[in-house]
């Protein structure tokens, strides 16, 4: 079965450090590939997604993500975090439908 | 502002007994979605709608039920059937183009007494 692992549950951070969160999917095929946000108080949101072309993708607040085919990776980066990143991060796939399999979540927490 | 309206916030529930959870958008979305989260898990579907009158079943559909009989609504039963019903639920909507959930509600906490 198609599967997404996060490897990273919990997070911490300082101020300006660097973030990469690890992502990788199960599933030989095609993928459309996505990162979503929960900022604490608020809704579940999209922060990028890809569907084909450029293996690296931008998304708001600065954050962008790159697909390594050959990896079956996805993983998350923004050079330089601000306490404002604080939130649960999903990284989830579809491969072909409505059907979008979510990892875990990562929390990340950043100090100030 | 558009977005998702999900109630109750909290809801408790008796063994044997089916509850209703809501979900209702005014975002004029066709699609419909609703998940459930388990603490370390991540969200897992359940049932799908693309349209009215239609719905297909996600992963985890057994001991759930849902209708679609408006474009607004897609309310979701769990039923007695389900034997491990306490979890987060979140409803989910997007244009059916998107094929992926673009807006989510704030989600119903459903405990077992």
């Known amino acids: 079965a198609q599967s997404v692992s996060q490897h990273n549950h919990h997070v911490i951070l300082s101020e300006a450090a660097s973030l990469e969160l690890g992502c990788n999917y199960s599933?030989?095929?095609?993928?459309?590939l996505f990162w979503y946000v929960q900022y604490p108080g608020q809704h579940l949101q999209l922060l990028l997604k890809?569907?084909?072309?450029?293996?690296l993708v931008k998304g708001i607040k600065g954050f962008e993500a790159e697909f390594i085919k050959s990896k079956f990776s996805f993983n998350l980066r923004k050079p330089s975090v601000q306490w404002s990143d604080t939130a649960e991060y999903f990284c989830?796939?579809?491969?072909?439908?409505?059907?979008?399999?979510f990892g875990a979540g990562t929390r990340l927490f950043v100090k100030a | 502002d558009g977005g998702i309206t999900q109630s109750p916030k909290y809801l408790f529930r008796k063994e044997g007994q089916n509850v209703t959870l809501s979900c209702e958008q005014n975002?004029?979305?066709?699609?419909m979605y609703w998940y459930r989260q388990d603490p370390g898990q991540g969200l897992r579907l359940i049932y799908y709608?693309?349209?009215?009158?239609?719905?297909q079943k996600g992963d985890i559909a057994e001991g759930y039920s849902v209708s679609r009989e408006k474009k607004e609504s897609f309310p979701l039963t769990v039923t007695s059937a389900q034997k491990n019903p306490t979890a987060f639920y979140l409803c989910?909507?997007?244009?059916?183009?998107?094929?992926?959930?673009?807006?989510f509600g704030d989600g119903t906490r459903l405990s077992i007494l």
């Open positions: 989910a909507s997007s244009r059916v183009e998107a094929f992926q959930p673009q807006h």
């Open positions: 599933y030989g095929g095609t993928v459309n």
């Open positions: 890809y569907f084909s072309g450029d293996p």
């Open positions: 989830a796939v579809t491969t072909g439908g409505f059907k979008t399999i």
């Open positions: 975002l004029n979305h066709d699609a």
């Open positions: 709608s693309q349209i009215v009158n239609d719905f």
